[in-house]
């Protein structure tokens, strides 16, 4: 299966990144543990990361990141 989009931003409740999985209607929410300031392609990593374990497929470049 393939994500239509990825987002990452910083969540201020939990002092951590989410990273937002959309594929159609479905939509999967996962923390990480970088540190705040991370840099983008850390932060890109962690999300490729994340989508894979979740098993979904995505290109890079849909990536968004929100700061």
Do not use: F
Request: hydrophobic share 35%; with cysteine.
């Amino acid at each position: 299966m393939r994500a239509d989009s990825v987002e990452v931003s910083w969540d201020t409740s939990k002092s951590n990144w989410l990273v937002r999985i959309q594929s159609g209607e479905e939509v999967i929410r996962r923390h990480c543990d970088l540190p705040q300031n991370a840099d983008e392609q850390a932060l890109r990593a962690a999300a490729q990361k994340t989508v894979v374990d979740e098993g979904y497929e995505l290109d890079s470049a849909a990536v968004s990141i929100k700061r």
